[in-house]
């Protein structure tokens, strides 16, 4: 909440690239409780006028109206190429990119679709709170040093990532999440790879401008 708070001393865009929440999901008249401190964050942020947007993750891919309309919130679906920093960006989560997850490919069809929307809205939200807490504790060490597969995932993004620079000229930078590895490369001049990591291990953030891409490691003290 404190990172949050201070962007407006510090930037006037923030691009958040997915899994800001463990679990999102937009009812039509409910909101979980546990996410009511972000949101109003959030809200104040576009109140002071900051833009925000926010491109899904594999955990909050589900938003709607809420977000957009209540918090003020633009809503992406990556991958999606925009302005990011006055850089020209293919942005996505990376969720199902770069190989492998073949089994989360056919999975993600199938939990984005209108059907599954629809479906999963008759479920109590208790009962759909507890076993998303279920399935977290089973990634809990999803992206620290020791986790065989957020390296993997992090060599595959990489390398979609460096191919996309080496084959697109119109591109600047490409921006990932999901693996939870933080990581800023200069495959050619001027031409960058970044993933922002992420607030569970590493609690690390990037700055994108004209002048200068940076990483950062989030440090109250």
Same mark, same amino acid.
């Given at each position: 909440?404190?990172?949050?708070? %201070?962007?407006?001393?510090?930037?006037?865009?923030?691009?958040?690239?997915?899994?800001?929440?463990?679990?999102?999901?937009? $009812?039509?008249?409910?909101?979980? #409780?546990?996410?009511?401190?972000?949101?109003? &964050?959030?809200?104040?942020? &576009?109140?002071?006028?900051?833009?925000? =947007?926010?491109?899904?993750?594999?955990?909050?891919?589900?938003?709607?109206?809420?977000?957009?309309?209540?918090?003020?919130?633009?809503?992406?679906?990556?991958?999606?190429? /925009?302005? /990011?920093?006055?850089?020209?960006?293919?942005?996505?989560?990376?969720?199902?990119?770069?190989?492998?997850?073949?089994? $989360?490919?056919?999975?993600? #069809?199938?939990?984005?679709?209108?059907?599954?929307?629809?479906?999963?809205?008759? &479920?109590?939200?208790?009962?759909?709170?507890? /076993?998303?807490?279920? &399935?977290?504790?089973?990634?809990?060490?999803?992206?620290?040093?020791?986790?065989?597969? #957020?390296?993997?995932?992090? *060599?595959?993004?990489?390398?979609?990532?460096?191919?996309?620079?080496?084959?697109?000229?119109?591109?600047?930078?490409?921006?990932?999440? *999901?693996?939870?590895?933080?990581?800023?490369?200069?495959?050619?001049?001027?031409? $960058?790879?970044?993933?922002?990591?992420?607030?569970?291990?590493?609690?690390?953030?990037?700055?994108?401008?004209?002048?200068?891409?940076?990483?950062? %490691?989030?440090?109250? =003290?």
């Amino acid at each position: 909440m404190e990172f949050l708070a %201070r962007i407006p001393d510090q930037a006037n865009d923030l691009l958040i690239n997915g899994d800001l929440f463990d679990f999102w999901f937009e $009812y039509d008249t409910v909101i979980l #409780s546990r996410h009511f401190p972000v949101l109003r &964050v959030l809200a104040d942020l &576009v109140d002071s006028g900051v833009r925000i =947007r926010l491109l899904g993750g594999n955990h909050d891919s589900w938003g709607g109206q809420f977000l957009a309309d209540e918090i003020g919130i633009e809503l992406l679906h990556g991958p999606v190429r /925009v302005e /990011v920093g006055g850089r020209r960006a293919y942005v996505a989560h990376g969720d199902g990119l770069g190989g492998g997850d073949w089994g $989360y490919r056919a999975l993600k #069809s199938v939990i984005r679709s209108r059907p599954a929307r629809a479906a999963f809205r008759q &479920v109590h939200p208790d009962w759909s709170a507890r /076993v998303v807490r279920l &399935v977290s504790r089973t990634e809990s060490r999803h992206g620290q040093s020791d986790d065989p597969e #957020s390296h993997t995932r992090s *060599h595959r993004l990489r390398q979609l990532a460096t191919g996309l620079l080496a084959t697109d000229p119109d591109l600047d930078l490409v921006i990932f999440g *999901h693996c939870h590895q933080p990581e800023l490369i200069e495959p050619a001049p001027g031409r $960058y790879y970044l993933n922002s990591g992420d607030w569970l291990h590493n609690c690390t953030w990037a700055e994108v401008s004209k002048d200068h891409i940076k990483l950062n %490691r989030w440090n109250p =003290r």
